[in-house]
């Protein structure tokens, strides 16, 4: 998947803004900790771990995010590295993840690489979409793309509480934190929100769809979702969030 770094960083801010708590209040880096921050994106969450005084290493499969993140934040160590085979040459006390696991369908090769780069008793900190997330998108997309003759095939993974868990206790963590949550979210554009929504994320889902039906599809999921989704003139996604803490024993 190629990512437009600027797109993403101007209209989707919000990914790297709500992982601020996940930070403050979960992580809480101390300074002169090795802190991995897996699927960094632009790099605000990383700069932001670096700030602590956390010696803070972020990493994501996209070579255009790694190459605006050094860009942005040249002070930060940043790499290209995919999720289920990354290998680096140090172990962490702490791997942190936000926004970025439901990507990875091989998540027990996930999980293997953030234990293998862990220290013992090291801290695993992740924020991911959980079972239900942006079912309301997803639901419409399915009817409006089987109504116009094509096929809709699921591609995240958006796991439940007890699955992540028990996927993790697999793995030999020590599960010592879950939260799962509805976090509606407002969308940057209250006029097309989804249809931008849509184009940043989820492109896979129209590969094989000439242009003008994949414009027509984008505007009749927006135009049926608006009424569901619009709340003081804003449009949101219904998000739900997973949060997880978990420790190396
Ligand atoms: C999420 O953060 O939940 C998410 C973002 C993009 C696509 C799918 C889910």
Known sequence: MIWDADLYKTKHAFVFEYGNSLIGDWLQPQ???????????????TAQLGATGALVTGIDASPEMIA??????????????DATNFSLPQQFDAV?????????REKEKAINRMYTHLKKGGRLVIEMGGKGNVD??????????QAKGYHYAPFWYFPSPGEYATLLENAGFRVERVHFFDRPTKLADPEKGIVDWLEMFGNHFFA???ENDKQAILQQVQQ???PQVTRDGQLYADYVRLRVAATKI
């Open 96 to 104: 942190f993840s936000n926004a970025t696991l439901h990507w990875v």
């Open 136 to 145: 309301s998108i997803l639901r419409t997309l399915d009817r409006v793309m």
């Open 208 to 210: 094989n769809i000439p």
């Open 68 to 81: 605006t993140a050094r860009q942005s934040f040249p002070e930060v160590a940043f790499e290209v590295g």
């Open 31 to 45: 300074a002169g900790e090795t802190v991995l921050d897996l699927g960094c994106g632009t790099g605000e969450l």
């Open 224 to 226: 049926e979702l608006r």
